[in-house]
Each structure stands twice: as C-alpha cells, then as structure tokens.
C-alpha cells in the first residue's frame, strides 16, 4: 500500500461519516470515532477487536502504507518532537495539532505515489 492508499481511506471516512477523534487511536467506552491514523490502522484488519488487539498500532499503519518518509509539516513547518518526523507523524500532527478533518488531511498530505518497490 502507499500513500495514496490512505489519503483515498481518509476520503472515504469522510464519505461514511466515520466519527472522528483527536489525541487517541481509536474509539473507548468514553470517546467514539478514530483518529486519521486509526482510520488506517481499521483498514489493516478484518475487524475492530483484531484492530484493538494490535499490540503497536502506528508502527503497524506506518509500514503497511510505507509512512517513514521524512516530513515536514507544510503548515507550520513543525518537524514534530524528534528529528524523525515522517508522513506517519504527519499525519498525527495535522489530525491533533491543527485538528483537520479526513479530507483535508488528505489533500495536506504530499502527491504521489509512495511505494518505493517499484
């Protein structure tokens, strides 16, 4: 999967209405919805509890959608808390710290194809 797999999940969580949440993965008794890279976690696995079960979800969505690219915000040009921001990062950043929707999300990430196998 690539990047333009998850910014095309990201627009159909729009599409859906997928209850959205910030600073948190996924939905708890307290908080329903997920956040952007728990959107991408869901699409990993057949069902939510599988999902759940997931013992390191973000490093699961960052290789599955080949997410460690360097980033760099291209709002604020935070480069998050360590010198390893990547597009995984990135996509937290702009879900909790500028609190985007999917869609726009999706249209901030960068163009293009991801996969580096090919």
Known sequence: MTLDDAK???VA???RGHPQR???MHSTPLISGDCA???LHLSLHETQEQALACQDPFY???KAFQLD???VCPLCSSIGFSTTFNLGNL???LNDTHGFDFLTIARKLPDGPTD???
Request: a negative charge; proline letters at 4%; glycine letters at 8%.
């Open 91 to 93: 996509i937290v950043h």
């Open 22 to 24: 910030f600073f948190g």
């Open 60 to 62: 699961e969505v960052i």
């Open 13 to 15: 969580a729009t599409l």
């Open 116 to 118: 580096r196998s090919v």
């Open 69 to 71: 690219q360097p980033s």
């Open 37 to 39: 890279a728990g959107v």
């Open 8 to 10: 095309e999940l990201l």
